[in-house]
Each structure stands twice: as C-alpha cells, then as structure tokens.
C-alpha cells in the first residue's frame, strides 16, 4: 500500500468532517433551545398563588397547633362572670411600677386564698379573706378575716385598726376605739412585745407630742417614769372614796400629796 493510500485512511475526507460537524453543532443547539424553552416555561419568581397556597397551609398548621395545644392545657375556663385559670403563677412586670385594680361600683372586693378550691364552699374550708367593705357605715376599709369562721383585723376609713378573733361578719364588731386595738375574745394574753436577745434601748415607749417620754420599758425590764429632764409623778386613787393621790420623788423623798 502506497503512503498517500495511508492518508486518506487515516484522514476523513473534506465532507465527512463536515457531516461531523453539522451533527455536533445541531446537537449543541438542541440542547440549547430545550434548555431556553425550558427556563422561559417556568416564571421567575414564585407565583401569587403558589404563595397564597403556602401561606394558607402554613396558617393551618399553626391554628391546628395552638388548638391541640389548648384542648390538652387548657388556659382557664369561663363560667357565667367568673374566669377560672389553671396556672400556677401570675406576674405582672413593669419598670415603672405597677397597681392592680380591684373595682366594684357599688359591693365589696376582696382576693381568697383558698386551699380546697370550690365556688360556694367557703363554709367548709373558711378560706383566708382580704378584701374592702363598702357601703357599711364605720367598715369602709379593709378587712382580714377567714370566711365565717373569725374577722382577724379591721380598718376604718380613718386607719384606725383592731385586732382579735372578731365576729365573722365585720359589721358586727364595733370601730375601733384608739388608732390601734386588740380586744380580747378569747382567755389568752393580748398583746407581747418581745426584746431580742442583746436589746440596748428600750423595749416599749410612751412619748408625748413633743416627743416627751412619759412612760418607758427599758431594756432590763425596768419600769420608767419620765425622764432626767421632764420628771413625771403616779397618781393612785383612794380605794375608799377614789380621791387621786399624787407620788413622787422630791429631794430623795418618797412624797404622796393630794392631787387637785
């Protein structure tokens, strides 16, 4: 075999290479036509309804939650005008302060405190009561009581408080007679007040306006009548004829006299 007969074997003729690439080249451009009609067929962003769909779908799924969620822990309950919650703890935060508002037009208000919780049976379990009465004459103020079983403490309008095992129905108890009172119901003692253990100044104090002391507990439990600067005298009353008599300290002197 001749070297030119080598040539054209191994070297496709002038039209064969043309067929080639015409067959390559339409190949190309098919892929590139299908990929255009493609990307021209889809829109370039998601449609309006596409996103209407989703979001409708997402809002289900969200309502369908919170509804599972509060059919197995309830929040509370509404019952005629009373709100029942079922949670433990309510806190109301703000830095600026905070009031919570209790009204009542015209009736009392007042917060329980119960530890068997049932509406109506407060005969039963006598839960704890802080609440204000109004529209009772002397008794439009606060008052602390276990329900029907004892009224602990009471205050007018005025501030005046009393205190004791008191009749359950506040009305029923007198005002108090001084800015603060214990009237005793019950045979036990009224009133303590207890020095601590390393007390210095004194344990109770009877001062005048002026700031005076008149009468004085110190802390040995001593019995004080005025002071250094403004001595004060007992006066003691004739067991006969209830004439007052008047003992004091003069010079060194135990002197009783009578009063005018």
Known sequence: MSKGSKKEKNNPPEEGRRDHLKTVGGLVAGLAIG??????GKPAVPGIRETVTRTETGT???????????????LGEIEN???TFYKSELSIINESG???NLVATNGHTGIRFYKDFDFGNEKETNPWHMG????????????????WLFTSALWDEDGKLIVGRLDPHPPANQPAKARFQVRGTVDEVQAIVEASRNQTADIFQAVSGEGTKNFSVNSSGNTVIGSPDDPKEIILHDTVDGRPYSLKVINGQLVLTQSQ
């Open 81 to 83: 005008n009373r709100v």
């Open 35 to 40: 990929g255009v009609a493609g990307w021209l």
């Open 98 to 100: 905070v009031l919570l």
């Open 60 to 74: 289900e799924t969200l309502r369908q939650t919170a509804t599972t969620t509060v059919s197995a822990t309830p």
């Open 132 to 147: 204000y009465i109004e529209g009772l004459r002397g008794y439009q103020g606060l008052a602390i009581l276990r329900d």
